[in-house]
């Protein structure tokens, strides 16, 4: 009893120190940009417009509260909702699939999403205006996740190997069905490109309240089936024993992680090496318990992801897509790691 208290009162610890850490990262992301907001006028102006006090900003530059509220925020929450949905979509694809190389793409969603978006460019659909790309990147990454999971299905339910194998095959057609895409779109190839690169830029509050809602929805039912993806590790057998539906456990966790994945996918653009990276340091910090690591994965995904964007916002005199920022960092990282791994088994 004693034990659990502690382990309890450690993640409490970990969590505090996390979210502590990303309310102080927001609020720094606010103050920086092109026009420098002193730090301490932030969480007055944060107060006067959640508050309803605008004597709160008396003394201030006009402009400040604007570029706050209405220019930055909406962008640094979207970084932030995004990092920490594809953290805790990439955690929960690899205990499902029991692969620590699983991520939100392995099943084709990120190659679905692109098409989809891509599709909708170069056709130049506005039905929706700014949402009818986001819409038809969603809508790309579910027909490719269905798609994945009518291939991989057989007689005896969804194997990991069939889903990563399915995931492959789509993906790699649909990877094909871009590039075509890109070879027809001619003057419209570089908007493809750019939002295959990722990028938060004008992104409203709509955006924010949009994947806010679909994010949190996700988590929750992650969280309240963290003990059945526990014992989803010990095998198949084992986790029935213990009264795991393996029929239906899995595959709502599967479509879960993948919706919060294509949401975020349809705000953002393809962004790579969060998902994969955030579960597999963050074990480090919790273990493998995905009752605390799916909150430990939220939090530091979202503090990930939103620094990246600072980076490229603030303090590069050319902003630059998102998602080069984290393939040049995520990648020579997990390489790092996945190198230690290999290492520590043979003893080198």
Known sequence: MQTGFRNALSTGVQMALLAVVLAATVIASTAMGYIQVPLSDVPRI?????????????????????????????????????????????????????????DPYTLGVSAGA?????????????????????LFAFSGAVLTLLLVV???SDAEGLSSNNLILAGIIVAAILSAGISFLKYVADEQVAVIIFWLMGSFGSKTWSDVGLTA????AGYGILVFYARDLNLL???????SSLGVNMRRT????????SLIAAVCV???GIIGFVGLLVPHMMRNLTGPDNRRLMPACLLAGAILLLWADTVIRALLPHEIPIGVLTA????????????RQQSGRRGF
């Open 150 to 152: 009518f291939l991989a």
């Open 250 to 257: 899995p595959l709502l966790l599967l479509v879960t992680a």
């Open 328 to 339: 040049l960092i995520g990648g020579p990282f997990f390489c790092l790691i996945f190198r």
């Open 46 to 102: 944060l107060a006067a417009r959640l508050l309803g006090r605008p004597e709160l900003t008396a003394g201030m530059r006009q402009i400040f509260p604007a570029v706050v509220f209405d220019v930055r925020l909406p962008r640094i929450l979207s970084a932030a909702i995004v990092g920490g949905g594809l953290a805790v979509s990439g955690a929960a694809f690899q205990g499902i699939l029991l692969n620590p190389l699983a």
């Open 233 to 239: 590790s010990l095998g198949s057998r084992a986790a």
């Open 266 to 268: 349809s705000i953002s």
């Open 114 to 134: 692109a098409f989809g978006a891509s599709l909708a460019i170069v056709l130049n659909i506005h039905l929706l205006g700014l949402h009818s790309v986001p």
């Open 213 to 216: 809602l679909w994010v949190a």
